[in-house]
């Protein structure tokens, strides 16, 4: 039996006083030992969310980390000084890093391993655009980024999300159908191409996950948990998100 994870990536929101109100507000959190509820909020507030998350078993993960160990890199996080603060674990690949920024499968691959090398867990994000799901290339798009992004990485400390862009923000979420069939494809993907333990893989979905739909998401086969944009800002609904993942 694989726990359960939600993750609320709340992406460039949230300031010192809406943190503030939202661990206030969430204060009667109990997570059972099988179910993980994280955050990852904009660099600045790493800190204080450490602090205020370690009260409710709320760990705190970065947006993203550089590929580089340290040095002229202006702006980047380093991966080493993200472990020193007490973060748990980084996003890697969201596709927005992979769109605005360019990201490559190669800088993804590095910063992946980078994050590995310093004890770091990597969520490591992948999905397809409308385009390529009408074009019937999910697949072929998921495969790529996977072996491309995760050659040479060993399974430990790697958690999957798949997050269809044209889901992402959108209030369209992939049909339960959909999203558990590309989730058994990752599964057996990593089995057969990487020689990883397909079961063991805990493989999270993304896009549009709310309270209205989580039940439905996590009743399917192969979802794991969800990685939460929009809904993850409100207390209330990342209370409930995590509750609905313990009953
Ligand atoms: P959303 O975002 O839940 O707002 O669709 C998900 C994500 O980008 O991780």
Redo the contacts with the bound molecule.
Sequence with gaps: MRDTYIVG?W?MNQSLSSINEFFTEIQTLKLSTNVHGWIAPQAMHLSTCINLGAKLGIKIGSQTCSEFDDGAYTGELSCSSLKDLGVHFT?VG???RRTIFDESHKVLNEKTKKALTNDLICIF?VGETLEQREADQTFKVVEEQIIQGLKDCTQDNILI?Y?PVW?????KTATPEQANEVHGFIRNLVQEKLGWDGEKQIILY?????PANIAELLSCEHIDG???????LKSSDFKQLTEASQS
Excluded at 167 to 171: E, N, V
Excluded at 206 to 210: A, I, L, N, P, R
């Design positions: 990536n992406k996003l969201h596709s927005e994000c999300a997050e889901a992402i923000g959108t209030g993304g896009g549009s996950v709310k969800g990685l939460v944009g929009g809904a993850s």
